[in-house]
């Protein structure tokens, strides 16, 4: 039989850079796919590191900054409209993949001018003033996790959406050894290490997991804090450390900054806690940890809940409650037993719901469903005109 020749699928991505969890998500997705399948091209805003390793990867990158959508400047926006008309044309693109609103807005046209299907990947729980008109551009929304249908409600057609959880390396976030990392942070031995990962801002909660550690301390744990994020808000640093100091824990916690290599830093630790105040989508740094093996403790709201079983693989509180949170991290701390039963518990999830290869089969599963339907639409069309 003769070998069909691979689809061409059209990416775009909100961000040039691969620091979070979203460009992440899609470097995996594109650099996963069935390369006989589909040929990836991916839209960037910007050159930045996901240009750079998504090349190294041999993916095709076109740098488009797509401008803010407004009446003023409508001739700017139908220039740059016209300049992705060209990609699409160009490349003989068959769908088109979008994530933020923006490019979600011009990817729906391209995609509408040219007849061709727009999955859009929805990554965050925020509603967008532009949500209904994007909902009737796209053929699928992809929700990154269930809680992501609330946004929806009402506004766009249930049979258009489709849940597909993130997908984790499995290889590189796993239980084997992470000790050569400690050294880095010199912290006793035998001390339990509790870490989170977010960029350092009120919304990620860190203070929330400092004042449990007030509590903790009060209890006798012997214990240190570690954060790992870029600081985004300065002023809400300085609040967690003087509510460190306040709490007479300062030497306990370790702000670490950025941290390329999460997985080292994921698995030279004891427990995972994502101390969010907001519901956010579904936390990359969840389901990595869960594959370093480690309990996790999330806030309810949003899509982290969704990630593990409540009282199997960690556990569920509410937001911006440190009492609570404390209780868990008392129970998890004194009782090595749990945490290695629950962190086993945790991997075991992840390699049944969060793998790579996972959310890659699903996304390529849902392309082949879109791609079947517009070429079955097209022989229609052909047979009518005959």
């Known amino acids: 039989t003769m070998q069909r020749k691979p689809d061409r699928i059209l990416y775009f991505s909100s961000f040039g850079n691969l620091r979070w969890g979203g460009q992440k998500s899609l470097f995996h997705l594109v650099t996963g796919l069935d390369?006989?399948?589909?040929?990836?091209?991916?839209?960037?805003?910007?050159?930045?590191?996901?240009?750079?390793?998504?090349?190294?990867?041999?993916?095709?990158?076109?740098?488009?900054?797509?401008?803010?959508?407004?009446?003023?400047?409508?001739?700017?926006?139908?220039?740059?409209?016209?300049?992705?008309?060209?990609?699409?044309d160009d490349r003989k693109i068959d769908l088109l993949h979008s994530d933020g609103p923006r490019n979600t807005l011009y990817a729906g046209l391209a995609a509408r001018l040219r007849g061709l299907p727009l999955v859009w990947h929805a990554r965050a729980m925020d509603a967008d003033p532009y949500d209904r008109i994007l909902c009737r551009l796209a053929t699928r929304v992809v929700l990154v996790a269930d809680a992501l249908r609330d946004r929806y409600n009402g506004i766009c057609n249930a049979e258009k959406l489709v849940t597909i959880h993130n997908g984790v390396d499995l290889d590189v976030f796993s239980g084997t050894s992470g000790v050569a990392w400690r050294e880095s942070v010199p912290i006793p031995t035998g001390r339990l290490i509790i870490a989170s990962a977010g960029r350092i801002e009120p919304m990620k909660g860190q203070e929330t997991l400092i004042a449990a550690g007030g509590t903790l301390r009060k209890a006798g744990a012997d214990f240190h804090i570690l954060l790992a994020g870029e600081t985004v808000d300065s002023s809400y640093e300085r609040v967690c450390r003087q509510k460190a100091a306040e709490l007479d824990i300062s030497d306990r916690v370790t702000f670490m900054g950025h941290q390329d290599d999460m997985a080292s830093v994921l698995?030279?630790?004891?427990?995972?806690?994502?101390?969010?105040?907001?519901?956010?989508?579904?936390?990359?740094?969840?389901?990595?940890?869960?594959?370093?093996?480690?309990?996790?403790?999330?806030?309810?709201?949003?899509?982290?809940?969704?990630?593990?079983?409540?009282?199997?693989?960690?556990?569920?509180v509410p937001p911006s409650d440190p009492s609570t949170l404390s209780e868990r991290l008392i129970r998890l701390a004194g009782d090595a037993a749990l945490r290695k039963a629950m962190g086993a518990s945790a991997r075991h999830r992840a390699e049944e719901l969060f793998s790579l290869e996972r959310n890659v089969r699903k996304t390529q599963d849902l392309y082949r469903t879109l791609l079947t339907g517009r070429k079955n639409a097209g022989r229609c069309v052909q047979s009518v005109r005959t």
């Open 267 to 316: 698995k030279a630790i004891d427990i995972f806690v994502l101390p969010s105040a907001v519901r956010e989508a579904f936390p990359r740094s969840v389901i990595e940890a869960m594959a370093c093996g480690k309990p996790v403790i999330v806030t309810s709201g949003g899509g982290a809940p969704e990630a593990l079983e409540d009282g199997r693989s960690g556990f569920v």
């Open 35 to 88: 390369r006989l399948a589909f040929r990836p091209s991916v839209v960037v805003p910007s050159e930045g590191g996901l240009a750079r390793q998504l090349e190294e990867k041999g993916v095709e990158v076109c740098v488009i900054a797509l401008p803010q959508v407004s009446p003023k400047r409508i001739l700017r926006d139908l220039s740059a409209l016209r300049l992705l008309l060209n990609v699409i």
